[in-house]
């Protein structure tokens, strides 16, 4: 039984992205759009060497932002402005998925490698203002991003946060890697599920399984 493998927890953190707004609302197709358009700028490159270079960094540092620190020494604090400059207007608000994670019982955080201000422009486009403890980005982190576990381990102590007593909700697998080996419940929340020893349970609708746990 799903609820029962909760039982234990009292501290609940959910990604932003592709997590507490469905993938459908297609957020990132507009960061992505104006990540290449500042990595062209900045870097003096065509849109096709842009993208290849955001793919790469993505990879093998975790986010477009790490590698161009990295590699080019870039200040992070005008990237992040710049690529959350989105329109949130076709966001709809999600009473019920407010509801549930209001009766989640104990403290409930959001961790992005977003911003922290773009987090909180999300969820006051979702009606889900005002229901978090805390909300990190990445730059609470020293910037650096998931999936690396530093970070992870940098925003719970910030937090106080318990990882024996905690689940994680995320929608890239590879960010619930270190969640799982720091002791965590870990979910994936996604339309298409990923097998790995890392991840406890999927499910492509968190609306209907925080339900579940009520």
């Known amino acids: 039984m799903v609820k029962a493998s909760f039982s234990h927890v009292t501290e609940w953190v959910f990604d932003l992205d592709n997590t507490l707004y469905p993938p459908q609302a297609r957020l990132f197709d507009q960061i992505e759009i104006r990540m290449t358009n500042w990595v062209m700028e900045a870097l003096g490159v065509d849109k096709a060497e842009a993208d290849h270079l955001r793919q790469v960094y993505w990879r093998d540092y975790g986010t477009t932002l790490a590698g161009l620190m990295q590699l080019h020494d870039i200040d992070p604090a005008p990237y992040l402005t710049h690529v959350h400059d989105i329109s949130l207007d076709h966001l709809e608000h999600d009473t019920l998925l407010r509801d549930h994670i209001r009766a989640l019982p104990g403290r409930r955080i959001v961790y992005t490698n977003g911003s922290a201000p773009y987090a909180e422009r999300v969820l006051a486009a979702r009606g889900l203002d005002g229901l978090f403890d805390a909300i990190y980005g990445v730059e609470h982190a020293g910037f650096r991003p998931k999936p690396e576990r530093d970070a992870f381990e940098a925003i719970f102590a910030r937090d106080g946060l318990t990882p024996a007593q905690a689940a994680m909700f995320e929608d890239e697998p590879r960010n619930l890697a270190a969640p799982h080996e720091m002791g965590m419940r870990t ?28």
């Open 187 to 214: 979910v994936h929340v996604a339309p298409e599920p990923h097998e790995a020893a890392h991840i406890h349970h999927h499910t492509d609708d968190l609306t209907r399984f925080l339900g579940q746990l009520r």
